[in-house]
């Protein structure tokens, strides 16, 4: 492995929680990044924009112009847009997150595109209170330090400065903790986990019995361990002809064979099945091997 | 067969599919573990994947009967897959499974209306009550505040212009001429375009309000600093009005909205002191747990703020501008108050009276 393979596997861990459901399972968890919930963030913030594009051109489209405000208010029909205009922005800073966060998914439609959702921390049921909390907390973190800036509000010398400062605190709070809580998280006792979907793969397993050409003896089978099934199991899935190449070379090297070559594949897969096999059977009486050194 | 009832019930139903050859011929155990359950597996995915897409309907009453077995069965396939199984690729999936399934067999189990009834019904006043001691301190600042508006403004009437903002005094400064300022609270003739300033009205109060909530985050501190200086603005506006000799005008014009708005401010304030205080004193809780509770206990006093502050802005952008006698206007205030008082006190739900 690389450093840098190194460096995000270790980063990786950090993230790893546990969530026991009440039937005593420990089902594994993974915090979302604080990279990918500002991404997140910033969709949102995208597609409420153009929401918003799209709204006043509809309006332009059947003829009114938000440009001339004295003109609402005169008519009833200018009226009844003035009051629709100004509760989309109400409810576009304040309705748009609750709305969606409270939905099945757990989700805007930026968290849920980049796999994530809002979870209830130390697995308790996530509940409207706690939706509603943290997306109270949210006006301070984001809209208004964004007011702040689009306002020049930091050029006011001294206040400005601590305003800065003051702002500062919560745009950078999701760094000082381990689980990236930003203000709003803590409140509410929310956090942010990733939602990874695995689909079912079939199982290598299962491919046809070639046992009869290839027999493993037990000590062939006891040179390697659980990890090096699975790095075994990942270059079958991944069906590269080189890197099937390199592993079955490796493994005649260690067991002492020589299969010669084109017939990599059927090997792999005998071998894969007889060390599962063998492993699962060492499993069941409490034996586990978990790489080629242990 | 004396037994045929059991299989009604979900718990003792067979499995609907015979040991296919596919079965007998996988040579592990563990895979003809997984070939006999997969069925199942992808029966609860598909019923999951309904429930995500928000589209229950689609789900069958079979399938929504034997959800819960599914879940529990896919949970212990899993808790033995652990301990007895090497594919990987059916450890990964069951996770991922058994982990959506959890956040939709545990998640919200109300609706929004839901929720909201048993909000209006004693969820919101009970959470009041709660907060009962924030609520003292934030009327203690708010009162302390007004005090500090007059007596400063009292003192030296420059401070007015540095209390009040210029484009909120519109002409209603120190040592103005009474005439003008019994015109700035007179009923405007018609209610032309007042929904608009209704509804702005409402937006931006409520803006204020969940400021003050979220600053709270603070240990409460900036909470009472935003406090203190919108009533300190009142308290200089009161006094010149009652300079005038117009102070019970302007307070029956005030008491229209302000017996609402002000509560509600007072509420946001409370709510944020709630937060702040928890966390300066968690007493035997951690920090994070003492924020949590409080939190949550402040997020639905807010909710029912926000409430206010619509109800606050109908009556400041109709019923003031409409109604013009003092002693008329007065009695609107006073009875909105009396509701919200009652409202907070009185209102408790079945099971807490029987408690």
């Keep these: 492995m690389t450093k840098l393979q190194t460096a995000i596997t270790t980063a990786n861990a950090k993230r790893e929680r546990e969530l026991i459901t009440p039937e005593g399972l420990a089902l594994p968890l993974r915090i979302a990044s604080r990279g990918s919930r500002a991404l997140a963030l910033l969709l949102d913030l995208f597609f409420l924009f153009v929401g918003f594009l799209v709204f006043i051109l509809c309006l332009g489209l059947i003829g009114l112009n938000l440009g001339s405000i004295e003109g609402i208010g005169r008519t009833p029909a200018g009226e009844l847009v003035g009051i629709v205009v100004i509760l989309a922005v109400f409810f576009s800073r304040y309705g748009y997150f609750l709305w969606f966060e409270l939905g099945a998914r757990g989700a805007t439609p930026g968290k849920r595109l980049l796999g994530m959702r809002v979870a209830a921390r130390g697995g308790q049921r996530l509940t409207t209170e706690m939706v509603i909390a943290r997306n109270l907390m949210r006006d301070v973190e984001v809209f208004i330090p964004a007011f702040f800036l689009m306002g020049n509000g930091f050029d006011a010398g001294l206040t400005g400065a601590a305003a800065f400062v003051w702002l500062a605190v919560f745009v950078l709070f999701p760094f000082c903790n381990r689980d990236a809580l930003r203000a709003g998280d803590l409140v509410a006792g929310t956090f942010v986990v990733e939602t990874r979907r695995a689909k079912l793969q079939d199982a290598i397993s299962l491919a046809p019995d070639h046992s009869q050409t290839y027999r493993f003896g037990e000590a062939e089978l006891a040179v390697y361990g659980e990890h090096e099934l699975q790095v075994l199991e990942g270059v079958l899935r991944t069906g590269d002809e080189q890197a099937m190449q390199d592993v079955a070379e490796a493994i005649c090297r260690k067991i002492g064979w020589d299969i010669g070559s084109g017939d990599e594949r059927e090997f792999l897969t005998t071998f894969y099945a007889a060390l599962r096999a063998h492993l699962e059977s060492g499993m069941r009486f409490g034996k586990r091997k978990k790489d080629k050194f242990s | ?355």
Excluded at chain 2, 107 to 118: D, F, M, V
């Design chain 2, 1 to 355: 067969m004396a037994l045929d009832y059991l299989r009604k019930i979900p718990w003792f139903r067979q499995a609907e599919i015979a040991p296919s050859a596919e079965i007998e011929a996988a040579s592990l155990r563990s895979d003809r573990f997984r070939l006999e359950r997969e069925v199942d597996w992808q029966r609860l995915e598909r019923i999951v994947t309904a429930l995500e897409k928000g589209r229950p309907k689609r789900i069958t009453d079979d399938d929504l009967l034997d959800l819960p077995v599914l879940y529990r069965k896919a949970a212990s396939s899993l808790a033995v897959a652990r301990e007895t199984s090497l594919d990987a690729a059916a450890i990964a999936y069951l996770d991922a499974l058994v982990r959506r399934a959890w956040f939709q067999i545990y998640g919200p189990r109300e609706t929004l209306t839901g929720w909201l009834r048993g909000f209006l019904g004693g969820g919101w006043s009970r959470a009041v009550r709660t907060i009962w001691l924030d609520i003292c301190i934030a009327l203690f600042f708010m009162v302390a505040g007004t005090a500090v508006g007059w007596l400063l403004v009292s003192r030296e009437p420059d401070w007015f212009y540095a209390l009040v903002p210029g484009a909120m005094s519109d002409g209603r400064e120190p040592g103005a001429d009474p005439e003008v300022l019994r015109q700035s609270l007179e009923p405007t003739a018609n209610a032309d375009g007042l929904s608009v300033f209704a509804t702005y009205l409402f937006s931006n109060n409520t803006g204020v309000a969940i400021l003050a909530f979220a600053l709270g985050f603070a240990f409460g501190i900036p909470t009472l600093l935003l406090l203190i200086s919108n009533m300190a603005l009142l308290g200089a506006m009161l006094f010149v009005f009652a300079e005038a000799g117009l102070g019970y005008e302007f307070v029956a014009w005030l008491s229209v909205h302000g017996t609402t708005e002000l509560g509600a401010i007072l509420l946001a304030g409370a709510a944020g002191i709630h937060v702040g205080r928890s966390m300066a004193f968690p007493g035997q809780r951690s920090v994070l747990a003492a924020a949590q509770n409080a939190g949550v206990r402040a997020a639905q006093v807010m909710a029912g703020a926000t409430i206010m502050l619509v109800v606050a802005g109908l009556l400041e952008g109709f019923v003031r501008q409409l109604v013009g006698e003092p002693s008329a206007r007065l009695a609107i205030g006073g009875a909105m108050l009396a509701f919200w008082c009652l409202y907070f006190a009185g209102m408790r739900r079945r099971q807490d009276r029987a408690a």
